[in-house]
């Protein structure tokens, strides 16, 4: 598992996005105009996760326009970063006195490490286990070997 902070966020969405538009930002900014969304406060915070894919979470600021960035480009922008994983993107905004919304956002990163195996590969490797003497791989190919075949 991968884990990014606000930084790596943001330097990996102004990288996709010059790559898929071909324009470099001047800026990335986050946004906490929420005023709709403050049923989701909670203890003067506010925390959007991947189910708030639809939520604007930041502007991207080019030499002639902005343009608003939304939860669901950012996993993107990851998923294109990080191929074949699944993405976990939080961004949490501060609304506390003194505050002013400060933003900061995290992910985690998971590869998917369990491939999926037929039984005559899970044969061979539990020969290999066999040769090995591990008997815990073994056992754990076993239990997947009969698993597939009942």
Same mark, same amino acid.
């Given at each position: #598992?991968?884990?990014?902070? +606000?930084?790596?966020?943001?330097?990996?969405? #102004?990288?996709?996005?010059?790559?898929? *538009?071909?324009?470099?930002?001047?800026?990335? %900014?986050?946004?906490?105009?929420?005023?709709?969304? =403050?049923?989701?406060?909670?203890?003067?915070?506010?925390?959007? =996760?991947?189910?708030?894919?639809?939520? &604007?979470? #930041?502007?991207?600021?080019?030499?002639?326009?902005?343009?608003?960035?939304?939860?669901? @480009?950012?996993?993107? *922008?990851? %998923?294109?970063?990080?191929?074949? =994983?699944?993405? &976990?993107?939080? *961004?949490?905004?501060?609304?506390? @006195?003194? =505050?002013?919304?400060?933003?900061? /956002?995290? /992910?985690?990163?998971?590869?998917?490490?369990?491939?999926?195996?037929?039984?005559?590969?899970?044969?061979?490797?539990?020969? *290999?286990?066999?040769?090995?003497?591990?008997?815990?791989?073994?056992?754990?190919? +076993?239990? &997947?070997?009969?698993?597939? +075949?009942?």
């Amino acid at each position: #598992m991968i884990r990014l902070d +606000t930084q790596d966020i943001l330097n990996i969405t #102004m990288k996709q996005i010059y790559n898929i *538009f071909k324009m470099k930002p001047l800026e990335l %900014r986050f946004v906490n105009d929420f005023q709709g969304e =403050s049923y989701l406060l909670t203890n003067d915070k506010l925390h959007l =996760s991947n189910q708030h894919y639809w939520a &604007k979470v #930041m502007e991207c600021v080019f030499e002639n326009h902005v343009r608003p960035v939304l939860m669901c @480009e950012v996993l993107y *922008f990851l %998923r294109n970063e990080f191929l074949e =994983s699944e993405v &976990k993107l939080g *961004f949490s905004y501060d609304f506390a @006195e003194g =505050s002013n919304g400060e933003a900061a /956002a995290s /992910a985690e990163i998971r590869f998917n490490d369990s491939p999926e195996l037929k039984p005559g590969e899970i044969a061979e490797l539990i020969d *290999f286990a066999l040769v090995l003497q591990d008997k815990q791989w073994f056992d754990e190919l +076993t239990a &997947k070997y009969k698993q597939l +075949t009942a």
